[in-house]
């Protein structure tokens, strides 16, 4: 198994920042790729950012060249910096691990954090 605990949502202005951060423990060391990913109401969870355990980075394209994801192997953490916040980027937003066990993928969550733009 592998926990995730998330923090560092809020409520920001458009045009503000924020930081997120996800702390993992657990089975970390199945865990091949970690990432972020959102839900706002009504609509279904999407990815946001990706990153491998290599640096590798993927974004979806909405928050391409505004959010960036990076992560420390060392603390087993993953942060998302988040700038130039949207109102449509109100969600609440779940750390992912992405881990394989003896050839069997598994994906943990954490139990999400909201982030509230105000326009």
């Known amino acids: 198994q592998v926990q995730l605990v998330e923090s560092g949502g809020g409520l920001v202005q458009a045009g503000g920042s924020l930081r997120l951060s996800c702390t993992a423990s657990?089975?970390?060391?199945?865990?091949?790729?970690m990432g972020w990913y959102r839900q706002a109401p009504g609509k279904q969870r999407e990815l946001v950012a990706a990153?491998?355990?290599?640096?590798?980075?993927n974004y979806a394209d909405s928050p391409k060249g505004r959010f960036t994801i990076s992560r420390d192997n060392a603390k087993n953490t993953v942060d998302l910096q988040m700038k130039s916040l949207k109102p449509e980027d109100t969600a609440v937003y779940y750390c992912?691990?992405?881990?394989?066990?003896?050839?069997?993928?598994?994906?943990?969550w954490g139990q999400g954090t909201q982030v509230t733009v105000s326009s």
């Open positions: 992912n691990a992405h881990a394989i066990r003896f050839g069997t993928p598994y994906d943990y």
């Open positions: 990153i491998t355990s290599g640096g590798i980075t």
């Open positions: 657990g089975r970390i060391f199945s865990i091949s790729t």
